[in-house]
Protein backbone atom coordinates (compact mmCIF):
# COMPACT_ATOMS: atom_id res chain seq x y z
CA UNK A 1 0.00 0.00 0.00
CA UNK A 2 1.07 3.24 -1.25
CA UNK A 3 0.42 6.46 1.32
CA UNK A 4 0.52 9.88 -0.19
CA UNK A 5 0.78 12.34 2.83
CA UNK A 6 0.37 16.24 2.25
CA UNK A 7 2.61 17.96 4.45
CA UNK A 8 5.97 16.71 5.65
CA UNK A 9 7.06 17.71 9.17
CA UNK A 10 7.02 15.40 12.41
CA UNK A 11 3.37 14.42 12.67
CA UNK A 12 4.34 13.22 8.99
CA UNK A 13 7.90 11.42 10.68
CA UNK A 14 5.55 9.92 13.18
CA UNK A 15 3.34 8.59 10.67
CA UNK A 16 6.08 6.98 8.47
CA UNK A 17 7.45 5.32 11.43
CA UNK A 18 4.22 3.80 12.69
CA UNK A 19 3.90 2.46 8.87
CA UNK A 20 7.32 1.36 8.07
CA UNK A 21 6.52 -2.24 10.18
CA UNK A 22 3.45 -2.59 8.56
CA UNK A 23 5.51 -1.96 4.99
CA UNK A 24 3.22 0.93 3.86
CA UNK A 25 5.76 3.14 1.49
CA UNK A 26 5.44 7.16 1.48
CA UNK A 27 5.12 10.06 -0.46
CA UNK A 28 5.47 12.84 1.11
CA UNK A 29 4.47 16.16 -0.53
CA UNK A 30 6.16 18.88 1.19
CA UNK A 31 7.21 22.90 0.15
CA UNK A 32 9.85 23.02 2.84
CA UNK A 33 13.43 22.63 2.35
CA UNK A 34 13.48 21.37 5.62
CA UNK A 35 10.69 18.36 5.89
CA UNK A 36 11.73 16.11 8.48
CA UNK A 37 9.84 13.16 7.63
CA UNK A 38 11.63 12.77 4.25
CA UNK A 39 13.83 10.29 5.19
CA UNK A 40 10.81 7.69 5.50
CA UNK A 41 9.56 7.96 2.28
CA UNK A 42 9.77 9.67 -1.12
CA UNK A 43 9.65 13.51 -0.50
CA UNK A 44 8.00 15.97 -3.42
CA UNK A 45 9.30 19.07 -2.97
CA UNK A 46 6.43 21.53 -4.34
CA UNK A 47 4.25 23.75 -3.10
CA UNK A 48 0.90 22.76 -2.16
CA UNK A 49 -0.93 24.19 -5.20
CA UNK A 50 1.49 22.65 -7.84
CA UNK A 51 -0.73 20.79 -9.44
CA UNK A 52 1.89 18.69 -11.91
CA UNK A 53 3.29 17.55 -8.00
CA UNK A 54 -0.41 16.73 -6.46
CA UNK A 55 -0.82 14.91 -9.65
CA UNK A 56 2.14 13.02 -9.13
CA UNK A 57 1.16 12.19 -5.57
CA UNK A 58 -2.04 11.05 -7.04
CA UNK A 59 -0.10 8.46 -9.48
CA UNK A 60 1.71 6.96 -7.03
CA UNK A 61 -0.06 6.81 -4.20
CA UNK A 62 -3.31 4.16 -3.25
CA UNK A 63 -4.83 6.91 -0.50
CA UNK A 64 -3.36 10.29 0.39
CA UNK A 65 -4.01 11.75 3.75
CA UNK A 66 -2.50 15.48 5.46
CA UNK A 67 -0.76 15.90 8.39
CA UNK A 68 -1.01 19.78 7.74
CA UNK A 69 -4.32 21.24 8.31
CA UNK A 70 -3.98 24.27 5.82
CA UNK A 71 -3.40 22.72 2.65
CA UNK A 72 -5.45 24.99 0.47
CA UNK A 73 -8.92 23.55 -0.28
CA UNK A 74 -8.49 23.95 -4.29
CA UNK A 75 -5.53 21.28 -3.42
CA UNK A 76 -7.74 18.83 -1.53
CA UNK A 77 -10.35 19.17 -4.07
CA UNK A 78 -7.96 18.31 -6.67
CA UNK A 79 -6.76 15.60 -4.60
CA UNK A 80 -10.25 14.03 -4.05
CA UNK A 81 -10.97 13.82 -7.95
CA UNK A 82 -8.30 11.53 -8.31
CA UNK A 83 -7.77 9.55 -5.10
CA UNK A 84 -9.87 8.66 -1.99
CA UNK A 85 -8.64 11.90 0.36
CA UNK A 86 -8.65 11.22 4.01
CA UNK A 87 -9.98 12.81 6.47
CA UNK A 88 -12.35 14.56 3.63
CA UNK A 89 -12.26 17.73 2.17
CA UNK A 90 -15.21 18.88 4.53
CA UNK A 91 -13.34 18.55 7.49
CA UNK A 92 -10.32 19.84 6.08
CA UNK A 93 -12.08 22.81 5.09
CA UNK A 94 -13.97 22.98 8.19
CA UNK A 95 -10.85 23.03 11.00
CA UNK A 96 -8.82 25.67 8.62
CA UNK A 97 -11.92 28.70 9.66
CA UNK A 98 -12.57 29.03 13.50
CA UNK A 99 -15.93 30.37 12.63
CA UNK A 100 -16.83 27.34 10.32
CA UNK A 101 -15.48 25.31 13.37
CA UNK A 102 -17.71 27.28 15.59
CA UNK A 103 -20.98 26.78 13.43
CA UNK A 104 -20.61 23.14 13.05
CA UNK A 105 -20.28 23.14 16.85
CA UNK A 106 -23.41 25.47 17.28
CA UNK A 107 -25.24 22.88 14.92
CA UNK A 108 -24.39 20.12 16.98
CA UNK A 109 -25.32 21.43 20.14
CA UNK A 110 -21.78 21.05 21.12
CA UNK A 111 -21.23 24.50 23.77
CA UNK A 112 -18.39 26.82 22.83
CA UNK A 113 -17.64 30.14 24.39
CA UNK A 114 -19.79 33.15 23.54
CA UNK A 115 -18.01 34.13 20.29
CA UNK A 116 -19.31 36.97 17.08
CA UNK A 117 -16.90 36.92 13.78
CA UNK A 118 -15.24 40.18 13.63
CA UNK A 119 -14.51 41.92 9.82
CA UNK A 120 -14.47 46.02 10.80
CA UNK A 121 -13.20 48.15 13.68
CA UNK A 122 -16.91 48.57 14.03
CA UNK A 123 -17.66 44.94 14.40
CA UNK A 124 -14.56 44.70 16.66
CA UNK A 125 -16.65 47.71 19.44
CA UNK A 126 -19.80 45.52 19.01
CA UNK A 127 -18.43 42.46 19.66
CA UNK A 128 -16.55 43.76 22.86
CA UNK A 129 -19.82 45.32 24.09
CA UNK A 130 -21.75 42.13 23.29
CA UNK A 131 -18.89 39.18 24.19
CA UNK A 132 -17.31 41.26 27.68
CA UNK A 133 -14.24 41.48 28.60
CA UNK A 134 -11.66 39.44 29.22
CA UNK A 135 -11.74 38.20 25.45
CA UNK A 136 -10.00 36.65 23.08
CA UNK A 137 -9.44 37.60 19.58
CA UNK A 138 -8.49 35.07 16.97
CA UNK A 139 -7.62 35.41 13.46
CA UNK A 140 -9.81 32.68 11.45
CA UNK A 141 -7.69 31.04 9.85
CA UNK A 142 -3.76 30.17 9.67
CA UNK A 143 -3.32 30.78 13.36
CA UNK A 144 -1.57 27.61 15.53
CA UNK A 145 -0.11 27.28 18.34
CA UNK A 146 -1.20 30.39 20.32
CA UNK A 147 -0.15 32.58 17.20
CA UNK A 148 -2.51 35.58 15.62
CA UNK A 149 -4.42 35.77 18.66
CA UNK A 150 -4.31 38.70 21.28
CA UNK A 151 -5.77 38.68 24.91
CA UNK A 152 -8.72 41.74 25.72
CA UNK A 153 -8.40 42.51 29.02
CA UNK A 154 -9.45 46.01 29.52
CA UNK A 155 -10.71 48.64 26.67
CA UNK A 156 -7.41 49.63 26.28
CA UNK A 157 -6.48 46.39 24.50
CA UNK A 158 -8.58 46.67 21.40
CA UNK A 159 -6.93 49.16 19.46
CA UNK A 160 -3.48 47.50 19.46
CA UNK A 161 -4.74 43.98 18.62
CA UNK A 162 -6.83 45.77 15.72
CA UNK A 163 -3.88 47.33 15.09
CA UNK A 164 -1.57 44.15 14.92
CA UNK A 165 -4.58 41.31 13.65
CA UNK A 166 -7.26 43.67 11.83
CA UNK A 167 -6.57 43.06 8.17
CA UNK A 168 -8.09 39.71 8.02
CA UNK A 169 -11.47 38.05 9.20
CA UNK A 170 -11.61 37.54 13.09
CA UNK A 171 -13.64 36.40 15.53
CA UNK A 172 -13.91 37.53 19.14
CA UNK A 173 -14.29 35.14 21.45
CA UNK A 174 -14.87 35.06 25.51
CA UNK A 175 -12.01 34.30 27.89
CA UNK A 176 -12.55 31.05 30.05
CA UNK A 177 -11.38 30.76 33.00
CA UNK A 178 -11.08 27.39 32.62
CA UNK A 179 -10.12 24.91 35.50
CA UNK A 180 -8.20 22.47 32.81
CA UNK A 181 -7.87 22.46 29.23
CA UNK A 182 -8.53 18.31 27.97
CA UNK A 183 -8.53 16.47 24.03
CA UNK A 184 -10.68 13.93 22.92
CA UNK A 185 -8.88 11.65 20.22
CA UNK A 186 -11.21 10.01 18.02
CA UNK A 187 -10.34 7.93 15.49
CA UNK A 188 -12.96 6.27 12.70
CA UNK A 189 -12.71 3.90 10.07
CA UNK A 190 -13.72 3.47 6.59
CA UNK A 191 -16.61 1.46 7.70
CA UNK A 192 -17.74 3.67 10.12
CA UNK A 193 -16.24 1.40 13.39
CA UNK A 194 -15.64 4.19 16.21
CA UNK A 195 -12.91 4.46 18.95
CA UNK A 196 -11.65 6.83 21.90
CA UNK A 197 -8.64 7.55 23.62
CA UNK A 198 -8.51 8.68 27.14
CA UNK A 199 -9.21 12.33 27.62
CA UNK A 200 -5.58 13.99 27.61
CA UNK A 201 -5.51 16.69 29.76
CA UNK A 202 -2.91 19.55 28.06
CA UNK A 203 -0.83 22.22 29.27
CA UNK A 204 -0.23 24.78 27.52
CA UNK A 205 2.36 27.94 27.84
CA UNK A 206 2.56 31.09 25.15
CA UNK A 207 -0.35 29.04 23.58
CA UNK A 208 1.94 25.74 22.71
CA UNK A 209 1.19 22.45 24.56
CA UNK A 210 3.98 21.70 26.84
CA UNK A 211 2.65 18.24 28.66
CA UNK A 212 -0.16 16.08 27.50
CA UNK A 213 -1.23 13.74 30.13
CA UNK A 214 -4.26 10.72 29.05
CA UNK A 215 -6.37 10.82 32.15
CA UNK A 216 -7.27 7.35 33.71
CA UNK A 217 -11.48 7.45 34.24
CA UNK A 218 -11.91 10.97 33.68
CA UNK A 219 -15.73 12.26 34.85
CA UNK A 220 -15.76 13.87 31.47
CA UNK A 221 -14.34 11.27 28.85
CA UNK A 222 -17.97 10.15 28.26
CA UNK A 223 -19.17 14.10 27.20
CA UNK A 224 -15.83 14.07 25.59
CA UNK A 225 -16.84 10.65 23.39
CA UNK A 226 -20.18 11.89 22.51
CA UNK A 227 -19.24 15.52 21.13
CA UNK A 228 -16.08 13.80 19.45
CA UNK A 229 -18.78 11.49 18.00
CA UNK A 230 -21.24 13.82 16.92
CA UNK A 231 -18.44 15.89 14.88
CA UNK A 232 -16.74 12.93 13.15
CA UNK A 233 -20.54 11.14 11.97
CA UNK A 234 -21.48 14.49 10.73
CA UNK A 235 -18.68 15.16 8.79
CA UNK A 236 -18.63 11.74 7.70
CA UNK A 237 -14.83 11.39 8.91
CA UNK A 238 -11.89 8.85 8.61
CA UNK A 239 -9.06 8.76 10.74
CA UNK A 240 -8.03 9.85 13.72
CA UNK A 241 -9.36 13.72 14.95
CA UNK A 242 -8.30 16.10 17.90
CA UNK A 243 -10.92 17.83 19.79
CA UNK A 244 -10.13 20.68 22.11
CA UNK A 245 -11.61 21.36 24.91
CA UNK A 246 -11.78 23.76 27.77
CA UNK A 247 -13.20 22.38 31.59
CA UNK A 248 -15.33 25.36 32.54
CA UNK A 249 -17.35 24.76 36.03
CA UNK A 250 -16.63 21.06 35.46
CA UNK A 251 -18.27 20.77 32.00
CA UNK A 252 -16.64 20.94 28.35
CA UNK A 253 -16.80 23.85 26.32
CA UNK A 254 -15.72 23.08 22.86
CA UNK A 255 -12.41 25.23 21.71
CA UNK A 256 -11.18 23.93 18.37
CA UNK A 257 -10.79 20.54 16.25
CA UNK A 258 -7.72 19.43 14.49
CA UNK A 259 -8.68 17.43 11.31
CA UNK A 260 -5.44 14.63 11.93
CA UNK A 261 -3.12 13.68 14.11
CA UNK A 262 -3.03 16.11 16.89
CA UNK A 263 0.62 16.68 19.64
CA UNK A 264 -2.11 15.67 22.39
CA UNK A 265 -1.27 12.33 21.48
CA UNK A 266 2.14 11.73 21.07
CA UNK A 267 2.07 9.88 24.11
CA UNK A 268 -0.36 6.83 22.83
CA UNK A 269 2.98 5.64 20.56
CA UNK A 270 4.15 4.11 24.02
CA UNK A 271 1.10 4.43 26.36
CA UNK A 272 -1.78 3.16 24.34
CA UNK A 273 -1.81 -0.40 22.48
CA UNK A 274 -2.15 1.45 19.50
CA UNK A 275 -1.04 4.43 18.70
CA UNK A 276 -2.78 7.29 16.67
CA UNK A 277 -0.23 6.64 14.10
CA UNK A 278 -0.71 3.56 13.17
CA UNK A 279 -4.36 3.65 14.26
CA UNK A 280 -5.15 6.64 11.35
CA UNK A 281 -3.01 4.40 9.26
CA UNK A 282 -5.66 1.35 10.04
CA UNK A 283 -8.31 3.55 9.60
CA UNK A 284 -7.43 5.51 6.03
CA UNK A 285 -6.24 2.04 4.35
CA UNK A 286 -9.24 0.30 5.83
CA UNK A 287 -7.83 -2.12 8.47
CA UNK A 288 -9.50 -2.64 11.27
CA UNK A 289 -9.31 -0.03 14.21
CA UNK A 290 -6.76 -1.17 16.97
CA UNK A 291 -7.25 -1.11 20.73
CA UNK A 292 -7.28 2.51 21.87
CA UNK A 293 -6.73 1.53 25.66
CA UNK A 294 -3.66 2.60 27.82
CA UNK A 295 -0.77 0.72 28.77
CA UNK A 296 0.30 1.87 32.49
CA UNK A 297 0.45 5.76 33.21
CA UNK A 298 2.64 8.38 30.61
CA UNK A 299 2.85 11.66 30.21
CA UNK A 300 4.31 13.55 27.03
CA UNK A 301 6.99 16.31 27.22
CA UNK A 302 7.71 18.57 24.73
CA UNK A 303 10.99 20.07 23.67
CA UNK A 304 10.26 23.56 22.84
CA UNK A 305 13.19 25.57 21.22
CA UNK A 306 15.48 23.33 22.89
CA UNK A 307 16.57 19.87 23.53
CA UNK A 308 18.05 18.17 26.49
CA UNK A 309 21.33 16.48 26.71
CA UNK A 310 20.56 12.43 25.41
CA UNK A 311 22.56 11.18 27.35
CA UNK A 312 20.76 12.52 30.56
CA UNK A 313 17.76 11.48 29.43
CA UNK A 314 18.37 7.91 28.82
CA UNK A 315 19.45 7.56 32.48
CA UNK A 316 15.97 8.27 33.35
CA UNK A 317 13.80 4.82 33.59
CA UNK A 318 11.01 4.78 31.19
CA UNK A 319 12.13 7.47 29.00
CA UNK A 320 11.40 7.56 25.53
CA UNK A 321 12.60 10.13 23.13
CA UNK A 322 11.17 11.12 19.77
CA UNK A 323 13.63 13.69 18.05
CA UNK A 324 12.84 15.64 15.01
CA UNK A 325 15.67 16.48 13.26
CA UNK A 326 15.01 20.26 12.98
CA UNK A 327 16.77 22.82 13.46
CA UNK A 328 16.63 24.75 16.65
CA UNK A 329 14.63 27.70 16.84
CA UNK A 330 12.89 29.97 19.56
CA UNK A 331 9.18 28.49 19.78
CA UNK A 332 9.62 25.43 17.36
CA UNK A 333 8.66 22.15 18.39
CA UNK A 334 11.65 20.15 18.13
CA UNK A 335 11.10 16.71 19.65
CA UNK A 336 9.03 15.39 22.80
CA UNK A 337 9.70 12.70 25.57
CA UNK A 338 6.97 10.18 26.91
CA UNK A 339 7.99 9.07 30.42
CA UNK A 340 5.85 5.45 31.06
CA UNK A 341 5.52 4.13 34.53
CA UNK A 342 3.70 0.92 35.90
CA UNK A 343 2.27 3.99 38.54
CA UNK A 344 1.47 7.39 39.07
CA UNK A 345 3.82 7.37 42.08
CA UNK A 346 7.03 5.99 39.64
CA UNK A 347 5.62 8.70 36.72
CA UNK A 348 6.07 11.43 38.99
CA UNK A 349 9.79 11.25 40.12
CA UNK A 350 10.80 10.58 36.47
CA UNK A 351 8.89 13.33 34.85
CA UNK A 352 10.40 15.65 38.15
CA UNK A 353 13.89 14.42 36.92
CA UNK A 354 12.83 14.96 33.11
CA UNK A 355 11.77 18.68 33.76
CA UNK A 356 14.67 19.46 35.52
CA UNK A 357 16.36 18.82 32.23
CA UNK A 358 13.95 20.32 29.76
CA UNK A 359 13.62 23.47 31.86
CA UNK A 360 17.75 23.86 31.65
CA UNK A 361 17.24 23.50 28.07
CA UNK A 362 15.12 26.07 27.57
CA UNK A 363 16.70 28.91 29.59
P1 LIG B 1 -5.95 27.83 20.29
O1 LIG B 1 -5.00 28.11 19.18
O2 LIG B 1 -7.32 28.41 20.07
O3 LIG B 1 -6.00 26.37 20.67
O4 LIG B 1 -5.36 28.58 21.57
C1 LIG B 1 -4.12 28.21 22.16
C2 LIG B 1 -4.24 28.27 23.69
O5 LIG B 1 -4.57 29.62 24.10
C3 LIG B 1 -5.37 27.42 24.24
O6 LIG B 1 -4.98 26.08 24.37
C4 LIG B 1 -5.59 28.10 25.58
O7 LIG B 1 -4.59 27.76 26.51
C5 LIG B 1 -5.45 29.58 25.22
N1 LIG B 1 -6.79 30.09 24.81
C6 LIG B 1 -7.30 30.14 23.56
N2 LIG B 1 -8.56 30.61 23.56
C7 LIG B 1 -8.87 30.88 24.83
C8 LIG B 1 -10.04 31.37 25.48
N3 LIG B 1 -11.13 31.71 24.79
N4 LIG B 1 -10.02 31.49 26.84
C9 LIG B 1 -8.91 31.16 27.55
N5 LIG B 1 -7.77 30.70 26.99
C10 LIG B 1 -7.75 30.54 25.65
Not at 55 to 80: H, K
Request: a neutral charge.
Amino acid sequence: MKIGILGAGQLGRMLGLAGYPLDFDFVFLDPAPEACAAPLGDHLHAPYDDEAALAELCRRCDVVTYEFENVPAAAARFVSQRKPLLPGEAALVTGQDRLSEKKLFDQLGIPVPRYLPVNTREALELAVKTVGLPAVLKTRRLGYDGKGQAVLRTPDDVAPAWDRLGRQPLILEAFVPFEREVSCLAVRSRGGELAFYPLVENVHREGIIRTATPQRGDPLQREGEDYARRVVESLDYVGVLAFEFFVSGGRLLANEIAPRVHNSGHWSIEGAVCSQFENHLRAITGLPLGSTALRGHSTMVNFIGGVPALAAMAQIPGVHVHLYGKTPKPSRKLGHATVCADGAAELRAALDRLNALVAASEA
